[in-house]
């Protein structure tokens, strides 16, 4: 807490007991460092390269967070004073309106608030075709939230026109229109008509809407820039600059900032580190309301609601039961961060489309944190603490300093027109991709404990993207989505198809001596679709070398502890190449050893640190 509440004396436990100095702790932790760097192994980096300590304490408490509340500018901490949950939401990709309805239905009765629809690339962006899809569906009730890319215009008439069919009134319409020709051109990288155009037209349904204050017209999508590989202070960055250049437009077009952050939404990404996804949802806020602010419209800032899907990019297609530990810690940040609509992925999402079984377990993960674990009837339940504080306010600085950078260049459309959000995102993702595949980063189920075989998971593919018939007017490289765990999802795929690879592990010792290495090589080969083929142990060179020879496997890896491979990895080594071993390998760096044990026959060294989808793809190629 950043202030002790009123206490009596001898009250405290510790009471009685002297004052523990930061000192004294850090004098402990360096003993137990053993002279090891303190900053190396303790203080971590995050993406943007902003520090987190091992621990805080009350000399870290910001002032600027000691009187904060929710409700108040600059938000920080909540844009209402009380909150009451959020918008439980699914979102339908589904051409077929008939079995998009069906799928609709059996969400809002499962416990679904809101509805989210891709249409363009899903429905048809026709009255028919939606209004076939919401048939049934209460819409003076439940919002509809259009995902259409340069279909916007069509898309919002066709909803208009369903509303109007349906007797809803202007004032009880609820939902989103989806435009984001920004968003729509940096993730495509085309759009079909000039971007003042697109613009306009925005800015028209501003207008037309103006009846309907439940109704938003326009999205500033920084999730396109998080599935891309962006940090999180890049992510915040590019949806601020996309916010500012849509106020610019509403204000050229005669909507007024107060009026037009009304028409406003924003979405970011729920990522799998829920202190950061907690972070980054607080100093949106705080962001959001700093340019509100200098237009003059401070207050106004209130009105732009958050909305959260859970990440894309940490979606794995092999075991993906795993999929669904992601998205709750995922949907839990976005809880606790004060995110006003969640969005919970299916875990089979990323195979393809999901099916009734795979929805009713996102929806549920939603359920069970607001309706059974009550998260959203907390306010703000982070603020305060010395740790989440000092990481919100980092967080902030470092995306404003990025969006300065970003408007300095003419802003989000000259920026991606040059290149510069394209590059400056790609190289986020490529230092990430180097700790994935150093596995300084784990994927649970990817690199990190993978189950090799047949996951029983299946999902009917996605559907071809339709070619556009338009043509495009402008263009610009688009910003791709990645999963984390392709590079390794790729050496699975090889495997697969060349019937798998195996390697005998030549676990010399008692299992006290090679357990540690021979699961961990287990789990290294195996994330390449390598089945390590793994025993009690051997107590000789020779009693591994007959094993080897029933195998049938032709490569084999040696693992044991220093201690045992000082006596026993030179002649198992030769063992192994006399029984036939065409590969031999050995867990562990060799050391002093090492000019010795390749003379004995080992042929590479398996070692942490080392660029493991390399080593696999390398080891794929000599086992074929």
């Avoid at 919401?134 to 898309?155: E, K, M, N, Q, T």
């Avoid at 859970?310 to 940040?333: E, F, H, Q, V």
């Avoid at 609509?341 to 929806?363: E, H, M, N, Q, Y």
Wanted: aromatic share 6%; glycine share 8%; net charge neutral.
């Amino acid at each position: 807490m950043t202030r002790p509440p009123s206490e009596t004396p001898g009250s405290r436990l510790a009471d009685g007991f002297p004052a523990p100095k930061l000192e004294q702790w850090r004098a402990l932790v360096d003993k137990a460092l053993k002279g090891a760097d303190f900053e190396k192994r303790l203080v971590k980096r995050t993406a943007d390269g902003l520090k987190i300590e091992p621990l805080y304490t009350r000399s870290d408490a910001l002032s600027s967070a000691l009187d904060a509340v929710p409700g108040a500018a600059p938000f920080t901490r909540g844009a209402k004073p009380v909150r009451a949950g959020w918008d439980i939401r699914t979102f339908h990709i589904e051409s077929d309106p008939k079995v998009a309805n069906a799928a609709i239905l059996e969400d809002l009765e499962g416990g679904v608030t809101s509805i989210a629809l891709q249409v363009g690339y899903g429905l048809a962006p026709t009255k028919e075709a939606l209004g076939t899809a919401l048939d049934g569906v209460l819409l003076d009730v439940c919002p509809i939230i259009l995902v259409s890319g340069d279909r916007f215009f069509d898309a919002a008439a066709a909803l208009n026109a369903v509303w109007d069919a349906r007797g809803i009134t202007p004032a009880d319409r609820r939902g989103s229109l989806g435009a984001d020709p920004l968003g729509t051109l940096a993730m495509s990288g085309r759009l079909s008509e000039p971007l003042d155009t697109a613009l306009a037209r925005s800015v028209a349904l501003m207008k037309t809407t103006e009846a309907s204050p439940g109704v938003q017209v326009m999205t500033a999508d920084g999730v396109i820039a998080h599935n891309a590989g962006a940090s999180e202070a890049q992510e915040l960055a590019v949806t601020l600059s996309t916010l500012v250049a849509y106020l610019r437009a509403a204000e050229h077009g005669g909507v007024l900032p107060a009026q037009a952050l009304k028409k406003i939404n924003v979405s970011l990404a729920a990522d799998i580190d829920e202190f950061s996804t907690i972070a980054k949802l607080r100093a949106a806020r705080r962001l959001i309301w700093r340019v509100a602010d200098a237009s003059g419209a401070g207050d106004a800032a209130a009105a732009v609601t958050i909305n959260c899907p859970t990440s894309y990019r940490i979606m794995a297609k092999r075991d993906p039961w795993t999929n669904i530990l992601r998205t709750t810690i995922a949907c839990t940040g976005a809880a606790l961060g004060g995110a006003d609509a969640i969005v919970v992925l299916p875990f089979t999402f990323a195979l393809g489309k999901p099916d009734a079984f795979s929805r009713r377990v996102a929806r549920n993960i939603q359920i069970v944190c607001q309706e059974e674990s009550h998260l959203g009837r907390v306010t703000d339940p982070a603020g305060g603490s010395w740790y989440v504080e000092n990481l919100t306010d980092d967080m902030a600085k470092k995306a404003w300093e990025v969006f300065q950078d970003i408007e300095a260049r003419g802003g989000m459309f000259a920026a991606l027109n040059s290149g510069y959000i394209q590059e400056m995102i790609a190289k986020t993702a490529q230092a990430r991709a180097k700790d994935i595949a150093t596995l300084r980063q784990e994927l649970t189920g990817v690199s990190a404990f993978p189950l090799l075989g047949d996951d029983g998971v299946h999902a009917e593919s996605w559907p071809a993207p339709v070619a556009t018939s338009t043509k495009a007017v402008v263009e610009v490289v688009p910003l791709k989505p990645h999963r984390l765990g392709e590079a390794f999802e790729a050496l699975r795929d090889e495997a697969d198809a060349h019937g798998g690879f195996k390697v005998f592990a030549a676990s010399m010792g008692e299992i006290a001596d090679h357990n540690v290495r021979t699961t961990w090589v287990k789990n290294y080969l195996a994330a390449g679709g390598i089945t390590a083929l793994v025993s009690d142990g051997y107590k000789t060179p020779e009693a591994a070398a007959e094993a080897f020879k029933r195998s049938g496997a032709a490569a084999a890896c040696i693992c044991s502890s220093d201690a045992v491979n000082a006596s026993l990895a030179q002649p198992t080594a030769e063992a192994l190449k006399a029984a036939g071993a065409k590969l031999v390998l050995m867990a562990g760096r060799a050391g002093e050893q090492e000019a010795a044990l390749k003379a004995a026959g080992v042929d590479q060294f398996l070692f942490a640190g080392a660029d493991a989808v390399a080593t696999l793809r390398g080891l794929q190629e000599r086992l074929r």
